[in-house]
């Protein structure tokens, strides 16, 4: 297994993949870092959808933003994992919301979304996040039912084309001590 910090350094945003099935393995091992993620209180507010069937896919891809990179990849990808977070779970306390920023549901999302991009990297595979789409008919298309919201889709699979790293800030440019 490669060091964490190796894996962190090339995971990529992967849109171009190998025509190769991920074994069921392979994905159990991804929906296990699922399992393990951190969220509010242990809420574990997600949901994911696998989705391998062609036509399925195919509606998904009607529901992508007008421009975005990654249509094609909702499609050439075997597998695409749809998160699903629960309303009013996360973030809440005897129903009652209990942060200034509301439902949490997209941060515990967003934990959940990174455990699968880098597991998915440890395992040899590539993974997209997608976010521009419309999230109700995708929710009509994956039978999503109501106090639920699709998040994110997560087209993944053997990647064909590896992108260069992006160029990142160096970590004297963010970081701050004691105050902004």
Partial sequence: MAE?????????SIRNFEDKDVPDD?????????KWSQS?????????VVVRDPETKS????TMGKGNPA?????????????????QSSGYYKGQVTTKFGDWFLFDLGIAT????????????GTVVVGLFDQDKAKEVLGVPEGYEVVV??????PSKVPSAPKR????????????
């Avoid at 990174?114 to 595979?125: F, K």
């Fill in 153 to 158: 889709l997560l087209p993944m699979g053997y």
């Fill in 4 to 12: 964490l910090m190796d894996v962190i350094r090339s995971r990529r």
């Fill in 26 to 34: 392979l994905l159990n091992q991804i929906l296990e870092a699922v």
């Fill in 169 to 180: 800030r160096e970590v004297e440019e963010f970081t701050h001590y004691e105050k902004f």
């Fill in 114 to 125: 990174q455990n699968i991009c880098l597991a998915a990297t440890d395992l040899g595979l």
């Fill in 59 to 62: 509606k998904l891809q009607a």
């Fill in 71 to 87: 249509t094609k990849a909702i499609v050439a990808a075997p597998v695409v994992l749809a998160l699903c977070g629960k309303l």
């Fill in 40 to 48: 509010w209180a242990n809420t574990q507010c997600w949901e994911v």
